[in-house]
């Protein structure tokens, strides 16, 4: 079985490094963690989580609740808290979670209790449900809110600015050429769909450029479903826009999917771009660009709050908002519009 001496030896630092590592200690550079990091996956090293609590008298196991685990933005963030638990040499206990479930105070009270968890991180949109912060609040749970739609002065919060992303994918495309960009919004009771149409239409105001006609603005559900409908109808207007943003990949996949069925060329004729980076948006064809959602950052800073702030997690009457960078990963779905040529006739539903 590899020591933490045999992960030092092939990542070339020495074992307090590799213990800085594993204690999630935010001096360590980058490029080392990963070294490490490396190390510990080739030597399939684990380390000895119970011997570093009666050590350290840390808590270790976090708990997480899933509403949708086949979503693609729940699955990359269990992955992401999966990767940071074990870099922490914390446990991960995960248990499904259904809104309106009957008796879901003892359902959780018993999950609390069985994998003997006292910090929690909670997703959208359950870190938004007061009920359930409350209950967890009276059995002495720390917990971490994953961005909240509004900020939650008795609870830290980590997230990205949605609205910011948004404004910077229409920049994006402001800079690609176009102009005539609509938009397939998200759940309308989700708060990242409200911040990625407001960003959405400020990028508009910012360039003293007019905003989209109403018709150039669907909503959708997150859902591929709804991206197809939105996108059929976008597609099918007389005066059909040069690009689409979508507020997820789902959505996106589906506007490719209704570009291919009117036979329209991408990027050539329909600039798409989505929102998260889920797998599906490097596996369609063309590969979609989005906006790269820093999942595992933000799961490592959550971790990272539960290491050095969790005695105040509850005491404190005001808690720190941390932002996380977004980036916007470019691939083969967008490039400037062809003005120059006549649109092409879509065929399909109008």
């Known amino acids: 079985m590899a020591t933490i001496y045999d992960v030092a030896a092939l990542a070339g630092v020495s074992a307090k490094t590799v213990s800085r590592v594993l204690n999630d200690d935010s001096a360590v550079k980058a490029g080392t963690r990963e070294k490490v990091l490396d190390a510990m996956s080739r030597l399939d090293y684990r380390p000895n989580t119970q011997a570093r609590q009666l050590r350290l008298g840390a808590r270790t196991s976090v708990g997480f609740l899933l509403e949708d685990p086949t979503s693609g933005y729940q699955g990359r963030f269990h992955h992401a808290m999966l990767t940071a638990c074990m870099e922490s040499g914390k446990y991960l206990a995960v248990e499904l979670y259904e809104a309106g479930m009957p008796d879901w105070q003892a359902y959780l009270d018993r999950f609390i209790t069985d994998a003997e968890i006292k910090d929690m991180v909670l997703l959208p949109t359950l870190c938004d449900f007061g009920p359930l912060k409350s209950f967890l609040k009276s059995r002495g749970i720390h917990c971490v809110l994953i961005s ?24 994006y495309l402001f800079q690609l050429g176009h102009r005539k960009i609509a938009h397939i919004g998200g759940h309308p009771d989700h708060a990242a769909s409200i911040l990625r149409r407001n960003g959405f239409y400020e990028a508009f105001d910012a360039a003293g450029l ?12 997150f859902l591929f479903k709804s991206g197809f409908e939105a996108a059929e109808r ?28 009117m036979q329209l060329r991408l990027p050539e004729d329909i600039a798409i771009v989505g929102f998260d980076d889920a797998p599906i948006s490097s596996s369609v064809w063309p590969t ?6 820093p999942y595992l950052e933000m799961a490592r800073r959550s971790i990272q709050i539960f290491n050095t ?8 009457d005001r808690q720190i908002r941390h932002i996380i960078a977004h980036e916007i990963i470019e691939r083969e779905t967008t490039l400037a519009p062809a003005l120059d040529k006549p649109q092409r006739q879509a065929r399909g539903k109008a």
Request: aromatic share 4%; net charge negative; charged share 25%.
């Open 288 to 293: 979609l660009t989005t906006v790269r959602q």
């Open 148 to 171: 909240p739609s509004t900020p939650d002065s008795h609870y830290p919060s980590v997230a990205m600015d949605d609205r910011l992303a948004a404004r910077d994918v229409v920049e």
């Open 210 to 221: 007019p905003r989209p006609p109403a018709h150039y603005v669907e909503h959708g559900n």
């Open 234 to 261: 976008l597609l099918g207007l007389k005066d059909r826009p040069t690009a689409i943003f979508a507020c997820n990949d789902e959505m996106a996949a589906a506007a490719c999917s209704v570009a291919h069925k």
């Open 309 to 316: 702030e969790s005695d105040t997690l509850i005491a404190s």
